[in-house]
């Protein structure tokens, strides 16, 4: 048996309001569709972030039913989960509910274990930091519930694990239920996997099946991971989809004519017009010669963006050259600054990404939701 573990589509992302990126977002997704196909998977789980916001456009809804009508028609059933992306602030039905209310595909993020073919999948939605204590119980009956099944286990998450990136760390490999031989991850943007002696089987995140904005401008691939569970193990294969190229170059102002050229040799025939970043560093610069030269790789590009890195900045900051890595910055000094891990976490992941888009009602809410939470646990003390 085979199925195709997605995460991280975010359809509907319109990265540097280009129509051409949301675009691309489309194309990876119906490649992703289409190898599933191809290649015969009995099923298809998506590891949540479905859709770039709760309210997604038109075209975003369109192609995911479009996908999943494809699926259908050739008898291929998929799963599927909630990101934070998919959940409304308000009160009211996340958008892929209809596709479960319509028979397109099935829901399984209340963590009720479902038996299907053989095989035994339950998954949970994204979980708030806040909400974390709640599920150590859960995963205990989850664990419970599954540990007599004699076919394979897979469980459907979409958050942090902290052995794979520290900083964005919602949870430990030791607090997930311990009986599944397959963790199927979303949340996590770059493709990674790893096995753990007290777990059955691999945590695997396939990443996102594009670069987004939060990830900055690099040289990475993008796909997911097709799973065969034929065996008594659970093995991912690693399946690559073709996206736009995207490269970020550092030059020092004295190199620039040559690094350009160099630039325009590596692109100038590629199939896709790549997105490109360039740094600069150096001194008694003149913005009109950098403007001069850059106007030699507008047209083999989709976007060609540039930046000045002084010294001083570039030896004590991530700020300018690794701008994927800006809000892991700002959570590292909120840490500093609170003195505490919890507290930054709260105010970095949870609070901050409500307030910057004025969702003023929602960041009081989760601000007396944890309040709440802060006065049981000082009565509990």
Known sequence: MLFSHIADTHLGLKQYDSDEREQDVYDAFNQAIDISIQDHVDFVIFAGDIFENPRPNGNAILQMANALKRLKENKIESFFILGEHDTPNKKGYPVPYTYHNLGFSKYIGEGTPIEYRGIMLVGLDKIRPAQMNQNEKRFLDLDKSVEKFPGHKIVVLHQGITEFFKVAGELQSTDLPKNFTYYAMGHLHDKDIKQFNHLKGPIAYP???????????????????????????????????????????????????????????KISNLTKKPIIQLIIQGEDIEIDHIQAQITKLSPLTLKCFWKIATKQISDSSVFLDKPNEIEDEILKLSIKALDSEQEANFAINELLPKLSKEQTEQGLEIIIENFEKFKKEEKND
Request: glycine share 6%; net charge negative; charged share 35%.
């Open 207 to 265: 990443g996102s099946i594009e670069l987004t904005t939060s990830e900055g401008i690099k040289d990475v691939k993008k796909g997911f991971f097709e799973v065969d569970i034929s065996g008594n193990e659970a093995e991912p294969k690693w399946i690559e989809l073709d996206t736009r190229p995207q490269f970020s170059f550092d030059t020092d102002y004295k190199e620039l004519t040559k690094t350009i050229d160099e630039i325009i040799e």
